[in-house]
T-cell receptor
């Protein structure tokens, strides 16, 4: 069990650029979740997948955000035309099923200049 | 709007004491409840989960659940300085017929400081 892996750990980019993050879940986990966390707040749900199907997207996820999990394994989260307000920690988690505990990766910290 | 409320603290306890962390939630359909520990600059780490009313113990940690009161708590016995962190309460959103959607709603976290 190698845990949930996220890449990159840190991303600094200029406003207006596109960024893409990757998440590799624990291998036997069917569920994969994306959350966003800002300083002093708990993580906020963005979207989740069961295998390759994206089951729900939060209202927080504007049209500039898109997520995929093409083969039911790793997932990518892309942000287009980044804005200052996108600066946050982006967390990926995975779980066996809808009730089991979610295990988080180390996160990707995004800073928009 | 599903909500999870925690006292943001900071909660300060002396080393060796019991730390008590509380959480209330609004979704009566919630079935699964989790406590995560988060050190500054790190990601959340699962420390306890509970599904049924009552107490669940694991080492120095005890989670307590009261669904009627929509209340979850975490007790940390023999608190150590290494327990100093933010503790996040998370609730699994309930669906129809007692199912769970899977996505978590988090409280804002309680900052715990254990002083020697």
């Amino acid at each position: 069990d190698t845990g949930v892996s996220q890449d990159p750990r840190h991303k600094i980019t200029k406003r207006g650029q596109n960024v893409t993050f990757r998440c590799d879940p624990i291998s036997e986990h069917n569920r994969l979740y994306w959350y966003r966390q800002t300083l002093g707040q708990g993580p906020e749900f963005l979207t989740y997948f069961q295998n390759e199907a994206q089951l729900e997207k939060s209202r927080l996820l504007s049209d500039r955000f898109s997520a995929e999990r093409p083969k039911g394994s790793f997932s990518t989260l892309e942000i287009q035309r980044t804005e200052q307000g996108d600066s946050a920690m982006y967390l990926c988690a995975s779980s066996l099923n809808n009730r089991s505990p979610q295990h988080f990766g180390d996160g990707t910290r995004l800073s928009i200049l | 709007q599903k909500e999870v409320e925690q006292n943001s603290g900071p909660l300060s306890v002396p080393e060796g004491a019991i730390a008590s962390l509380n959480c209330t939630y609004s979704d009566r359909g919630s079935q699964s409840f989790f406590w995560y520990r988060q050190y500054s600059g790190k990601s959340p780490e699962l420390i306890m989960f509970i599904y049924s009313n009552g107490d669940k113990e694991d080492g120095r940690f005890t989670a307590q659940l009261n669904k009627a009161s929509q209340y979850v708590s975490l007790l940390i016995r023999d608190s150590q300085p290494s327990d100093s962190a933010t503790y996040l309460c998370a609730v699994n959103e309930g669906g129809a017929g007692g199912t769970s959607y899977g996505k978590l709603t988090f409280g804002q976290g309680t900052i715990l400081t254990v002083h020697p």
